[in-house]
């Protein structure tokens, strides 16, 4: 379910001539001048106390520069050693709330704009944070990464865990077909995968080198601010079948994915997919989101970086 913002972008978007002037102002708003305004405390922030960056770290970084995706395990970027048990028994407590469970069992999520998945926490979050999510997606080393790609310090712009629904019978969503995203010029998501994903469980899918300043970066660039969905067939004999990156992994795997480079889901057959998704952006992301923590007391805990993706300021207070 769409915002007011978001069902009026989407109103002025179709109704030309505004329409022109919509996207005239989009793409001013996406432009150099106007991000380096509003990102300038960030990129500060990230100059006066940027991460040292070890080996696992490295890679990543050069993997999402290179490719525009990088998949490690979750050990490598958060050690601790029961954090995965943690953030299973965590995602298992919000999938076990009723309204979610009835979702699921309907077998189709008509309020959602991907119909085979069940979200958590939605487009529009009521509930807090348990603290094993927040330790995942606010923690320093993945916040080093995400940082270090971006040059600056980032916000979490988004936060879910996606139950996506086995043989949905619903007709296919604009998910589905290869497409970049709109938010902000860079945008890296998270996949954390919270059991093996095989080939019909609807892994994610990802053209390499294709993200914003890669090799492919200007095929069917997004067009502020709706990203791009090209045409049924348009990237045929433009991209080689070696550059289809088809994801799949165990349980623990991360994936990390610049996705204003060409992607698309794909529904699972016969088994459930279950994964935490989160998306961080900068301060000139459009359609931002708050996220508030279960355990207030975490906050303090949290070194300036998380706090400032959480939504505190770059001097790092609330």
Same mark, same amino acid.
């Given at each position: 379910? +769409?915002?007011? @913002? ?32 509003? *990102? ?9 106390? &940027? ?9 990543a970084v050069e993997a999402l520069r290179s490719a525009g995706l990088h998949a ?13 048990d943690d953030i299973q028994t965590a995602a298992r407590r919000l999938l076990d @709330? ?6 699921? !069992? ?15 926490? /939605? ?7 348990? @603290?094993?999510? &927040?330790?995942?997606?606010? *923690? ?10 971006? /040059? ?27 497409? @970049?995203?709109?938010?902000? !010029? ?15 469980? /609807? ?23 709706? /990203?791009?969905?090209? !045409? ?12 289809? !990156? ?24 016969? +088994? ?5 998704? &989160? ?27 998380? +706090? ?11």
């Open positions: 379910m +769409k915002s007011p @913002r978001q069902l009026l972008r989407a109103i002025l978007l179709r109704l030309w001539p505004l329409s022109i002037f919509v996207r005239l102002f989009y793409r001013m708003r996406f432009g150099p001048t106007w991000l380096g305004f509003v *990102n300038g405390r960030a990129r500060a922030a990230f100059e006066r106390e &940027a991460a040292e960056l070890d080996g696992p770290q490295r890679r490690a395990r979750l050990e490598d970027l958060l050690p601790a050693e029961d954090a995965f @709330r009723p309204e979610i469970r009835r979702q699921i !069992r309907e077998g189709e999520n008509k309020n959602w704009g991907i119909p085979f998945v069940v979200p958590v926490f /939605g487009l529009h979050p009521t509930r807090a944070v348990p @603290r094993p999510l &927040a330790e995942l997606v606010l *923690n320093e080393r993945i916040l080093g990464i995400v940082n270090s790609y971006l /040059g600056l310090w980032s916000r979490l712009l988004y936060l879910d865990v996606w139950y996506s629904i086995p043989d949905c019978p619903s007709g296919p969503s604009n998910t589905e077909a290869w497409h @970049r995203d709109h938010e902000d !010029r860079h945008t890296i998501k998270l996949f954390l995968y919270l059991h093996d994903i095989e080939p019909e469980m /609807g892994p994610f899918c990802f053209i390499e080198e294709s993200q914003p300043g890669g090799r492919l970066g200007d095929l069917f660039p997004a067009r502020p601010p709706d /990203g791009r969905i090209p !045409r049924e067939g348009a990237l045929l004999g433009r991209v080689s079948e070696s550059q289809i !990156r088809t994801c799949t992994g165990k349980a623990g795997t991360v994936l990390l994915a610049d996705t204003c480079g060409l992607h698309k889901a794909s529904r699972p057959k016969g +088994k459930p997919r279950i994964v935490i998704v &989160a998306t961080y952006a900068s301060d000139g992301a459009i359609d931002p989101r708050r996220y508030r923590l279960a355990e207030p007391e975490q906050y303090q805990s949290l070194c300036s970086a998380s +706090k400032y993706a959480l939504g505190g300021s770059a001097e790092g207070s609330a």
